[in-house]
Every structure is written in C-alpha cells, then in structure tokens.
C-alpha cells in the first residue's frame, strides 16, 4: 500500500531503507535482490543503499538525480551522468558507457539519457557501491543503479491516485509544478494479474531568461509516462512476466539549466550582460540568450521474463528486452542576447537488444550459486549542428573575409569564393554499434556453518565500431577537425572476477570482505583530435576490494552497516575540452584510485520514532593524468608546450570527501483512525570538485527537508518543504568556452536543478 504523507522510519544509507509501520517496536527486514536473488540485505555481502517506495514519496524524490540526497556514496554529474564513491564518466558523448550503470527490472539501460525516467510506481531503488558488472549485464566498474518497478499482484484489486503541487524559488515570481501519479492492480484469472502505473507533470522552469527569444523555446517541462505489466503464476513452477512502458519528456529546465557565475578579468560579455540586466554569481538565477533553447526525450520498450522452478529447486530464467529512445536537444551555448555561438543542436536515435539466460541453484544447502549467459547488442546513429556568430555585425558577416552566406562570386579577394554557413561552426554525423557476449557465473560453498566462501567471474567479449564524419560544411573558423572521415572497430576479450569470505558472527551480525576486478568496454570519441587518428577510447579496469560489517542489534531496534573499501581503476575514461580545436574529446585518463569508508545507523529507540544516519566518506584522485587539458592562465610549465598537464594528485571530478544523511521520523496517533507523521531530512556534503580550474568546486551544501501531514487507512495529506532554508547550489560549475579562447581569461558557469532551491508543496494521496 502506497501512501503519500508516509514517512520513512530511517535513513536509505548502505544496509537498509524502509521502516516498519508506526505500532511496530523493531526496524523491519529488508528484502533486496542487490545479487539477482532475494534475500534479506543484511545478508548481502556488499554495501548497499536501499530507497523504498514510501522513502522516495515522503521525500519528494522523482528521478535519479533528487535520490542522491538520500545515497550519499551517489553524486549526480551533467547530462545525466553519475559517480559512485568518486568515479564516473562525465560526458554527454553517445559512443560510450557510463562506469555507473543503469539497471531497470533486471534490464541493463545502456545509455545514461535513460536516467531522464520519472520514478512512478517504483517498489525500491537500490545504490550498489563498486565494480557490479559480474551479476547485472555488463560495463559496472565502479556501481551500479537498481531500479525495481512494483510487480502486479495476483487475487487483489487495488492502487492509488496521488497528487502534488509545488511553489519553486525562482526570482521575480515563483515557478509552480504539479505532478500526478496512479496505479491500478487488477486479477484477469485467479493464476494471472495486470498492474498499469501512469504519470503527468508540469513544471515551471528554474531558470528566468529575462528577454524573448528568437524561434523555438521551451524551458518548462511536462513529463507523460506509462508501464503496463502482467503476470501469470499457474502455480506449477512457471511463471510469465510481461511488461511494456513509454516516456516521453519535453523543456530543458533540470537538464540545461545553465548560468553565469563568474567573468573572467578580459570578458566580453561583462558590458553585454550588464546592459540585459544579468548580475553574474553564486545565486545568479537568471540568463538573457536570444537562441533557441528545447528539448525532447521520447523512450519506451517491452520485456519479458520467463522462469520455471524445478522440483529440486533449480531455477532456469530467460530475460528478453528491446529498448528505444530518441533524444534531441538545442540550447543558445552562449547564453548572451548577442549570437557569439547561439546554434547547438543534439540528435540521437538509440536502439538496444538483450538477452540473458540464467540457472540458479538452490540456496538451501552448503553449495548455491547462479550461472547464465548474456547477449547485448545496441545501435546509435547522432548528429551535432553547432554554429555561431562570434557577435560580429551583420553586415561585415556576408563580406570577405567572413563569407558568412555570401554570394559566391569569381575572382580574387575581396570577392567570397566559398559561402559560410556560420563563423565559426562544428558538424558532424555518427553511427556506431556495439555487440557484447558473456558468460558468467558466481558460487558460494559453507566451509562451516558459519564461514562461507563466494566466488565468480565473468568471461566478456565486446565488438564495437564506428562511422564519423565530421565538419564537411563550410565555416570561416572550424571547430574541430574539418572534412576528417573516421571508421573504426575495436574488440576486447575480458575476464573479471571476484572472490569474498562471509563469516557469521552470530545469527545477527555478518562480517565479510572481498577482492575483485571489474570492466566496462571500450568506446569512442565522437570528435578527433586531429585528422586521421585512432578515436577509440581502451576499456576501462577496476581492481580493489571492501571489508565490511553489518548487525542487527537490541532485538532490532538498532542496525549498523560499516565497509571500507580501496579500490584502483586503469585506463578511466574522460571528457576534456580542447582549447586548440575548441572541442570536446573523450579519452584515456591514465590511473586513478577511490578508497574510504561508508557508515549507516539506523534506531527504533520508542514507538513510532526512528532515528538514522549515513555517512560516506570518500578520498578519490588520480594517480597519474598526463594528458589532462589545461585551463586557461593555467601556469604549469607543460601547458605552453601542449596544452596538456598531469593531474597525478588532485581529486577526480565529481567526488566529495564527506556526504551524510540523518533523518528523524515521528509517526503517532491523533485519532482511533488518523495518525500524524513527520520527518526532517539533513543532507551535507563537502566541496564537491566539477574540475581543476580555480572555483570550479561546489562550495559545501547543507539542506534541510521536512514534511508535515496525517494519514488514515485510504487516505493522506502532508505538507512539505525541500531545501527548506533554500541553500542556492549548483550540481556542476564549468568553464566558458567562448571567453577561453577568444579572451584567454577563465569565467565560469553553473548548471542548477530542481533540488537547488527551496521547493514548497503538498501531497494528497488516496490508495484502495
């Protein structure tokens, strides 16, 4: 039963998630399949973060990105990237992976722009901390993000209707939002059940451009969505899971909410900004751009999941899954009311296909396991149009030297012989394919009745290529390589593995620790860094381990979950922009190292009050970078020699020392039939690093939620607050190109969402 005021009876941190009912004394067990079983997560013998269903609603949390406040170990990065303890793959380039994967009903998402999925009708999600590519599909080095959709139910009729309305900080006036979301469970035989989940919203933007802009803008979003699932249990051993969904996404706000937060000493945009009445800073909530600025995100896809269990208990499964998703996107990367660079448009078509067979052995003797195979294939085809200006007047832009759509005319200068599309401008067109096999299998055997040893591996062959072709329109300055053509295809055989030990203490307290390699597959750039070469990115290896502890204490009042983990990646794959070609290229960042400790308490200490905490500390930095971009008026001797320097030493983008949580949650009765509920939610986190450019670090970020509300058995109502002292913070702080390159001096940008500022609201909610 879904209720909306409810409010979680502790932390999610990395053992446990949701709280019990408010008459209960003991904090209830856990069942998460963090291991592609079910099982209680004190037995799991790996960190995990657990958010349930009631945690996600009682705390406001709509998508991925809003759930870090409640995972401390996960930080959220631009274009839905994500870091795990510190590692992540920073990039909107569609021809690599993310190391933090997406995992959806047991599907793996092989694209990151899936993280723009609403959560609605979600049973739990749960943060897997380290290399988890050996169960879950593949490319996991350094975690993993696992999304459980809530399953029909056979024999009930039931579901919810809810509903929430929001007044978001913004200046001049406020931006509102409203968000709708329902389920309806029905029997169609007495062995099968259907489960259809939907959602809507609207919501202003963050953001205010304060002058109107030229053609298509749509910075408010609205977010439809739909999930049909059925199940068929006859109740001889197999079992029939179906499921289909479509989403669909349109504005940029959350996604491009992107502002100016400070300007270099030889700027050229300090007059123009000044005269549209843009004051560049920390809160600087407001943007003047000319351009055009949209997006549109449509995904959808069908599942299947086949199981039959056999009379000694084995388990044969068959996962069968076809994903689509078309992305396009435009924005004024300028963000100025003059054209220096006001075109940059983003389209990917993305299709993937998987399977996965499974064989599990029982778990209810000395020898269990699970062992399977795995086929992937994906197929991207994406274009970029980026064009500009550079704020010259209009009328020198047709003359030579320019030519900016001129007219071609026979001779010498000053007579144009070529027509310029732009200034300055990039294009470039890709198709790229990825074909993935594995096969895999993970064992554990009781040594005793209280030690038991656990270990696997995974065999993974990965065959990709390429076709790019890039720049073959005319600019007067290019950005990038022109007319350059690269093709290529590159395969790699990998086997990662992992081998643990498991001791029960007692009956309540398991101590375990473990060593292992993980993988993610290679990859491309989509731009050259210069003509002809080998745009290939190596795969990416992941060696370390974590020890760890987890119990149950005072008859379940009081849970604590404790790890350190130390773990080494070669060959980490990084975003970097190249100020010589004024272009973004992905590749190779040499060594790097994450090592540190997570902690989570979790304490019933009364009826009704639950008290929590989840720490995460995390000391991520690279061992050696050599080929780092430099920023501008960067000193460092190389830089003058090749742009290039060795970041050995400083801390890897989008890592933070110190993340925590604490909660307190109050439930209690005001009537036979009607119970208040209440809960604050503290989220710090230390500076957290977007770059190694001077003030490209989030300052240190404090907020606090809280909700108010009352339930009864089929209905509620809360009041509630997000970043209720409404701390302005962005996720991530870049440096400008433009003023780069053509000022040589470092201005910054910031890009904000919705969790940074304050948001008030209220949840009605009714289930049956």
Not at 240 to 269: C, E, H, M, P
Not at 376 to 394: I, Y
Not at 547 to 565: E, H, M, P, Q, T
Not at 613 to 636: E, H, M, R
Request: hydrophobic letters at 35%; charged letters at 20%.
């Amino acid at each position: 039963m879904l209720l909306l005021a409810s409010c979680a009876a502790m932390v999610p941190g990395f053992a446990l998630a949701q709280a019990p009912a408010a008459q209960d004394d003991v904090l209830a067990e856990i069942i998460v399949t963090a291991q592609r079983r079910s099982e209680s997560v004190l037995k799991v013998p790996t960190s995990v973060a657990v958010v349930s269903a009631d945690l996600l609603e009682s705390n406001g949390v709509n998508d991925l990105a809003s759930i870090t406040k409640l995972t401390p170990s996960l930080q959220t990065g631009i274009d839905d990237t994500f870091s795990i303890r510190g590692i992540g793959t920073n990039t909107y380039a569609p021809t690599v992976e993310s190391t933090v994967s997406q995992v959806v009903d047991d599907v793996v998402l092989g694209i990151p722009a899936f993280a723009a999925n609403a959560f609605y009708d979600v049973a739990r999600v749960e943060v897997l901390n380290g290399p988890q590519g050996l169960l879950f599909g593949k490319n996991a080095s350094a975690g993993l993000v696992n999304i459980t959709t809530a399953n029909p139910v056979l024999g009930e009729t039931s579901g919810f209707i809810d509903a929430e309305g929001t007044s978001r900080f913004r200046p001049g006036s406020n931006g509102l939002g409203i968000r709708n979301r329902a389920a309806l469970n029905v029997p169609v035989t007495e062995t099968s059940a259907l489960r259809v989940a939907g959602t809507y919203s609207s919501q202003d933007s963050l953001v205010r451009n304060v002058i109107k802009p030229v053609g298509r803008y749509e910075d408010d979003v609205e977010e439809k969505g739909a999930r049909i699932k059925f199940l068929s249990d006859p109740g001889n051993g197999f079992t029939v899971n179906l499921g289909g969904d479509y989403f669909k996404r349109t504005g940029i706000s959350g996604f491009w909410d992107t502002t100016y937060r400070t300007l270099g000493a030889n700027t050229q945009y300090r007059t123009i900004l000044g005269n549209a009445g843009i004051v560049p800073g920390a809160d600087n909530l407001e943007i003047a751009q000319d351009g055009q600025s949209w997006r549109d995100i449509e995904m959808g896809g069908v599942q299947a999941k086949l199981a039959y269990v056999f009379d000694d208990g084995l388990e044969l499964s068959s996962i069968s899954a076809w994903k689509k998703m078309d992305h396009s996107y435009a924005n004024d990367s300028d963000q100025t009311p003059v054209n220096f660079l006001n075109v940059n448009t983003n389209s990917t078509q993305y299709e993937q296909l998987s399977q996965e067979v499974r064989l599990a052995l029982p778990d209810d003797g000395p020898f269990g396991g699970q062992a399977g195979l795995y086929y992937f294939q994906s197929n991207t085809d994406n274009a970029v149009q980026r064009g500009g200006f550079n704020n010259l007047p209009a009328a020198a832009l047709p003359r030579f030297p320019f030519c900016v759509n001129a007219t071609v005319t026979a001779g010498p200068p000053p007579a144009c012989g070529v027509s310029n599309l732009y200034f300055l401008g990039q294009d470039s067109r890709l198709e790229s394919q990825v074909r993935s096999y594995a096969a895999f299998g993970q064992f554990n055997y009781a040594l005793t009745d209280q030690l038991k040893l656990t270990t696997g591996g995974r065999l993974t062959y990965d065959k990709a290529s390429i076709d790019l072709v890039e720049n073959t329109k005319k600019y007067f300055v290019t950005l990038g390589v022109p007319n350059n053509v690269s093709k290529g295809d590159v395969d790699n055989t990998n086997f990662s593995w992992k081998i643990g030990l498991d001791y029960d203490l007692d009956p309540n307290t398991l101590v375990y620790g473990f060593y292992g390699r993980g993988y993610k597959g290679p990859g491309f750039s989509n731009a050259s860094p210069k003509a002809g070469a080998d745009i290939s990115v190596r795969p990416e290896i992941s060696k370390g381990g974590e020890v760890g502890v987890k119990s149950s204490l005072l008859d379940r009042k009081l849970i604590i979950s404790a790890s350190v983990f130390h773990t080494r990646f070669t060959d980490l794959q990084v975003q970097s922009f190249d100020e010589v070609l004024q272009a973004n290229t992905l590749t190779n960042a040499a060594t790097a190292t994450t090592k540190g400790a997570d902690l989570t308490l979790q304490a019933r200490p009364m009826r009704g009050l639950t008290l929590g905490a989840s720490l995460s500390y995390t000391d991520a930095k690279f061992n050696s970078y050599p080929g780092a971009q430099c920023y501008v008026l960067q000193s460092n001797p190389s830089c003058a020699v090749n742009n290039t320097f060795d970041a050995g030493g400083l801390r890897v983008p989008l890592s933070a020392k110190f993340t925590s949580t604490l909660t307190a949650d109050y439930t209690v009765p005001v009537t036979d039939s009607l119970d208040g509920v209440t809960g604050v939610t503290y989220y710090h986190r230390s500076p957290l690093n977007s770059g190694f450019a001077p003030g490209m670090t989030v300052p240190t970020t404090d907020r606090f939620d809280a909700n108010l509300g009352i339930k009864a058995e089929s209905w509620s109502v809360s009041l509630f607050c997000k970043n209720c002292f409404n701390q302005i913070r962005p996720y991530a702080i870049g440096n400008d190109a433009g003023d780069a390159v053509n000022a040589k001096t470092l201005s910054l940008t910031q890009r904000f969402n919705y969790d940074s500022v304050r948001t008030l609201g209220v949840r009605m909610g009714v289930n049956f």
